[in-house]
């Protein structure tokens, strides 16, 4: 039952002093917390960061390899190069030394180079000039020359040269 | 529900203050759920709320946020009325400018806002939760007596008297008397009816204008003086004594009278006579014949008021010993539920 004219005050144990206790100890663990959850954050970041960094690393190593084949690969090709090339020069040079070879009144239809030999087609105006001015440089070149000639219908000669290098294995094993 | 669980950790610290003429009672009590843990009182030589009284307070108030300060209204314009509907409030009294309570629906006790107002700006320091009213103290005290029938219940304090009629615990009149002022109205008063008297001796009386053979006729109807003597009318006075009361006060010891207390039981006297003059005159209340009067003694009244009342006025006269703070006490524990 009420008797009193007034009601009672609030009380609480929450006095000014405890409120501004706890509103400190409220921040410091509020910070505390924030900071934890930054570092978990921050944490977790690393770790993907680790993780992903540790995949690109096994990507570059896979790819690390691949290059080193590939580069090892581009090296045959280049060795593989330089020697095609050495032999076009050699090709080169042996195809200009085959023109020189053959003389103005001599006229070439068709020459196949072989590994170790040349077949050489085309029109004589007799068969001399094929023998003195043809037939002994290239006697001097290849090891064995045959011709064959047969004539054209305007009296000139076709002829069919095939020459053959012996290799020096060869040669020796012959010998 | 958290600030519960907290409250049953503490212990409740009551205070009470109870203000006297030139000192001040305080009472305090420190109380658990249960039971009283620890209670403590001092008397201050001062009425004004000083260091003393300050720190005396607060060594107990800062043991536990649960401190209560409880305050017996001591504002001399206050009283208590029979009716609680608000429609017949002002058959009684204009109560704008005073704040008042129902008790259980049956009368409403008052007191003036600007007291009230007053009590808690003297005590903003400490903060005051409970203004207590005289008679619902006066009502607690005497709650095994009040749902009886018709007597007169009054509160002695240092300065003041409230008085109270109850009859079934219906309040039926009410006054609260200030014994510092209302001893100058009755000189006032005096000096009005010496004033009086002597406007009647100077007026002259004929005597011959009396009709002595009339008034004889009316003397023979009240010589029928055998009626009183009647043993049953002597019985049913003895009846509406209280003889259990009258065994609890022989226990108590009787406050022998001095000079001083001779003087203030005298004036306590005289306003209780006019204050039951007051209550038969009144057309108001109902008045009846008040028999039994039961004193809730704080100061500790003398012997001798109790000798007037009965030999003066006829009445039966109960003295309990009260103790004001602790009684103030008591009503602060039942508003707060322990």
């Known amino acids: 039952m009420k008797y009193s004219y007034i009601n009672p005050k609030k009380k609480s144990v929450f006095t000014q002093e405890i409120q501004l206790l706890l509103s400190f100890f409220s921040i410091t663990i509020i910070m505390l917390l924030l900071t934890y959850s930054f570092l978990l954050y921050k944490n977790y970041s690393f770790k993907q960061d680790k993780e992903t960094l540790t995949a690109q690393k096994i990507e570059l190593e896979k790819s690390f390899s691949l290059m080193e084949d590939k580069i090892s690969y581009i090296e045959k090709q280049k060795i593989l190069s330089e020697t095609i090339y050495t032999k076009n020069i050699v090709l080169k040079d042996s195809i200009a030394n085959l023109f020189d070879l053959v003389p103005l009144r001599i006229t070439l239809s068709e020459a196949q180079l072989l590994k170790n030999g040349l077949i050489l087609y085309g029109i004589t105006p007799n068969k001399d000039i094929y023998n003195f001015m043809l037939q002994a440089p290239l006697r001097s070149i290849f090891h064995r020359t045959y011709s064959s000639f047969y004539p054209a219908k305007d009296g000139w000669f076709r002829f069919v040269s095939t020459n053959y290098i012996d290799n020096q294995e060869e040669i020796e094993e012959d010998e | ?338």
């Open chain 2, 1 to 338: 529900m958290l600030s519960n669980l907290l409250e049953a950790l503490y212990n409740k610290v009551i205070v009470n203050i109870v203000l006297k003429r030139s000192s001040c009672d305080v009472y305090i009590e420190t109380c658990s759920k249960k039971a009283v843990v620890n209670s403590q009182r001092k008397t201050f030589e001062t009425i004004q709320l000083n260091n003393r009284v300050l720190e005396f307070i607060s060594s107990y108030t800062k043991e536990s946020p649960y401190s209560y300060i409880s305050i017996l209204d001591m504002s001399p314009d206050q009283g208590a009325i029979p009716v609680c509907t608000k429609s017949r409030l002002s058959e009684y009294k204009d109560l704008d400018s005073y704040e008042y309570k129902c008790f259980n629906e049956k009368w409403l006790y008052f007191t003036l806002k600007n007291d009230l107002y007053e009590i808690e700006k003297r005590y903003k320091e400490i903060g005051v939760d409970f203004i207590f009213s005289p008679f619902t103290l006066l009502h607690n005290f005497f709650e095994d007596k009040v749902n009886s029938h018709l007597s007169l219940y009054i509160l002695v304090q240092d300065s003041f008297l409230s008085l109270a009629v109850f009859e079934n615990s219906q309040l039926m009149f009410a006054e609260h008397l200030d014994m510092e002022t209302s001893a100058d109205d009755e000189m006032l008063s005096q000096i009005m009816d010496d004033e009086e008297i002597d406007l009647g001796e100077s007026s002259s009386i004929d005597l011959d204008d009396v009709d002595v053979i009339e008034d004889m006729e009316d003397l023979e109807d009240f010589g029928d003086i055998e009626d009183l003597d009647s043993l049953e009318e002597i019985d049913e006075f003895s009846e509406s004594q209280d003889i259990e009361e009258e065994l609890y006060e022989a226990d108590e010891p009787i406050i022998e009278s001095d000079n001083n207390n001779f003087n203030e039981d005298y004036q306590r006297f005289s306003l209780i006579q006019s204050s039951l003059g007051h209550y038969y005159k009144d057309k108001r209340y109902e008045s009846q014949f008040v028999e039994n009067v039961y004193i809730a003694d704080g100061v500790g009244v003398s012997g001798d008021l109790k000798r007037y009342l009965e030999e003066e006025m006829f009445l039966n006269v109960y003295i309990r010993h009260l103790d004001i703070p602790m009684e103030v006490c008591a009503l602060s524990k039942e508003e707060l539920g322990l």
